[in-house]
């Protein structure tokens, strides 16, 4: 039977899951109307058999399989684990112990960039998926046959693609890459959202100080506001809205009415009064409390000649290693190290730099350059003298 009935049920299953070196893991679960995922199904497969845990249908005490997570001698096997994870983390308040996830593996071993299960599944166990389940409402009860299917699925082609995966990594001594990748998925911080962190996330571009401190202190609103009450940030507010409310600060509710990206009489609201607060507190801010803006770069541009030429020798460390571009690093992140030799972003640590970032700081920096062959590009030394010229 593959379906767990009771407390009784799971703990005898997660104590037979215990003896075996790993077990894959997969979730069903719903967001699109809460600000927390809502768990639906828990999907569990050892090397002899797969389980369903069904949490709406039956009055689990989930505290064995929370076991099971925390069990540093099994390998907990995912497949882009990242919102997974969150769902534990919120439920356990802890990341499971020794995790590995098949989408980072794969994205080492040439699969491509954010490889989908189905297609690891065509590629390495030669079966094409039934995915039409796929979004269907996993809060319905009964659950049918189909669906069943479909979840199990999910975690027992999954045992046979860590397998071959495992392998390639190990024939590659690519681990170090693997490692570097699940460093962040096993950090906490990746799934804990700190209000006054969450300007962060925002992309559009402000110029000015006192836009700034507004923006943060709006964001900051907003999370703790679509956290409290379950909602989507975008229920509370879209991001131009916090945009348009950051530049324009409105004080009064007449102010607010005139706000382009605000429903009308909203500035009437017990929100808007929590607004108004905040944002005269960010009025009220001497210019020595405000953030500090970071200077006008005045080098050569990411988007010249010097970003082209990096973006040429990504193309060919790419290549010579038989994976995709975007596993090494992004155009941003090109853009970022041409602007600062320092850059925070992953093409300058760990084993992108070794394979990437030293050269490309080499090519900006003048000491390498590119040549086109027969046989692909190729790089070579600089006369330091030359290069200063």
């Not at 397998?163 to 681990?175: D, M, N, P, S």
């Not at 996330?201 to 956290?227: G, P, T």
């Not at 005045?298 to 030429?309: E, M, Q, T």
């Not at 992140?333 to 925070?344: C, H, K």
């Amino acid at each position: 039977m593959d379906l767990i009935v009771s407390t009784e049920a799971l703990a005898d299953f997660c104590e037979r899951a215990a003896r075996f070196d790993f077990v894959t893991v997969d979730t069903e679960f719903l967001r699109e109307t809460t600000y927390w995922p809502k768990l639906c199904l828990i999907q569990v497969a050892t090397n002899d058999e797969a389980v369903l845990i069904d949490p709406i249908a039956y009055d689990y005490d989930l505290k064995p399989f929370f076991e099971l997570l925390a069990n540093p001698s099994v390998t907990k096997v995912f497949h882009a684990a990242r919102q997974d994870i969150e769902i534990f983390v919120k439920l356990t308040g802890k990341v499971p112990h020794n995790i590995f996830d098949t989408q980072i593996a794969a994205s080492v071993c040439g699969f491509g960039d954010s490889a989908s299960y189905d297609s690891l599944v065509r590629a390495i166990c030669k079966v094409e998926l039934d995915k039409s389940s796929r979004f269907t409402d996993w809060s319905a009860r009964p659950l049918s046959e189909k669906q069943r299917a479909y979840a199990l699925a999910d975690v027992t082609y999954l045992r046979d693609i860590y397998r071959e995966l495992r392998k390639q990594v190990e024939q590659t001594r690519r681990w170090d890459w693997v490692e570097d990748e699940l460093t962040t998925l096993r950090s906490i911080d990746t799934y804990v959202v700190r209000p006054e962190h969450a300007w962060e996330r925002l992309k559009m571009k402000i110029n000015r100080a006192r836009d700034l401190a507004a923006l943060k202190v709006l964001a900051a609103w907003r999370e703790r506001r679509a956290q409290q009450t379950d909602q989507p940030r975008s229920r509370i507010f879209k991001d131009d809205a916090l945009y348009d409310l950051a530049m324009q600060r409105p004080v009064t509710p007449e102010a607010f009415d005139k706000l382009r990206a605000v429903p009308r009489g909203f500035g009437r609201s017990a929100a808007a009064a929590e607004i108004m607060e905040l944002l005269k507190e960010v009025e009220a801010l001497p210019k020595s409390e405000l953030p500090v803006m970071p200077e006008r770069y005045r080098g050569p541009s990411p988007k010249g000649a010097v970003g082209d030429l990096i973006r040429v020798l990504l193309k060919s460390v790419a290549e010579q290693n038989g994976v995709a571009a975007r596993i090494i690093a992004t155009s941003d992140e090109i853009d970022a190290l041409v602007l600062d030799d320092e850059a925070d972003v992953p093409a300058l640590k760990g084993w992108r730099r070794k394979l990437f970032g030293e050269k490309a700081l080499a090519i900006k920096h003048g000491r390498v350059g590119l040549a086109a062959t027969r046989k692909g590009v190729l790089e070579f030394p600089v006369n330091p003298a030359q290069a200063a010229e």
